[in-house]
């Protein structure tokens, strides 16, 4: 679908400074970051608001 403006970012292509999407994929999965068998953090510790834990 065409923009009604294009974009003017230069970090993306002509195409997605030109079209939107005709629909959004929203992909959910597990994961975390691990170390030397530490676990820094996970999917599950994100607060509410979406913040990364401290």
Do not use: Y
Not at 2 to 27: G, M, W, Y
Not at 40 to 52: I, P, V
Request: aromatic share 12%.
């Amino acid at each position: 679908m065409p923009r009604d403006a294009p974009l003017t970012n230069p970090h993306l292509s002509e195409d997605q400074k030109r079209f939107e999407a005709e629909c959004i994929v929203f992909v959910e999965c597990a994961w975390r970051l691990d170390r030397d068998g530490f676990i820094a953090c996970g999917w599950q510790d994100f607060a509410e608001s979406g913040d990364m834990p401290q």
